[in-house]
């Protein structure tokens, strides 16, 4: 399987014309890993602003007892990107995914499960994610009739064993 680390930059396209205003955002770190039926993808939004945003935040904080939480990492998702339905009635996501060298697309995913996969990745570093998301890969693609949720329960079984 590959591994793949992506890491898209932080950005401020702010605008006065609510039309045109894309907001501001962090730098991302997506973990990917790429198999034969599909893609894994662990998501982690840093909060590592452009340096000029970060001063306006920490400038609008001072007042405030922990300005440094803003920086704080945020798990953001735990999914997949699958070349079939996962489900019944799972619907195409998009026709030419990236990640799937633009092949058609069955995506899932959560953010409240990207936290488990977090931990990991604090307590055993890259060597544990990868194996984390290897075992979620495994467990994924590896049973057609098998929720999200199944799949989650069933990958932190496996690893408290």
């Known amino acids: 399987m590959e591994k793949i680390i992506e890491i898209t930059p932080a950005y401020d396209k702010r605008d006065s014309n609510p039309n045109k205003n894309g907001g501001i955002h962090g730098v991302e770190l997506r973990f990917l890993l790429k198999g034969k039926k599909g893609v ?18 920490d400038e609008q904080m001072l007042d405030r007892r922990f300005p440094y ?14 070349l079939t ?7 195409m996501i998009t026709p030419n995914c990236p990640y799937l060298d633009g092949k058609a697309c069955y995506s899932d995913g959560s953010s409240l ?7 990991i990745l604090l307590q ?17 693609f590896g049973n057609e009739d098998k929720t999200l949720f199944r799949v989650l329960i069933e990958m932190l079984l496996r690893r408290k064993n």
Do not use: C
Request: a negative charge.
């Open 85 to 91: 339905p996962r489900y019944d009635g799972q619907t």
């Open 69 to 82: 939480l803003l920086h704080t990492p945020l798990p953001a998702d735990l999914g997949y990107h699958s």
């Open 124 to 140: 055993e570093g890259d060597k544990g994610l990868w194996k984390a998301l290897e075992d979620y890969y495994s467990t994924v």
């Open 113 to 119: 499960n990207a936290k488990e996969i977090f931990e």
């Open 40 to 57: 894994i993808q662990f998501l982690i939004y840093t909060n590592w602003m452009l340096p000029k945003v970060q001063k306006e935040v």
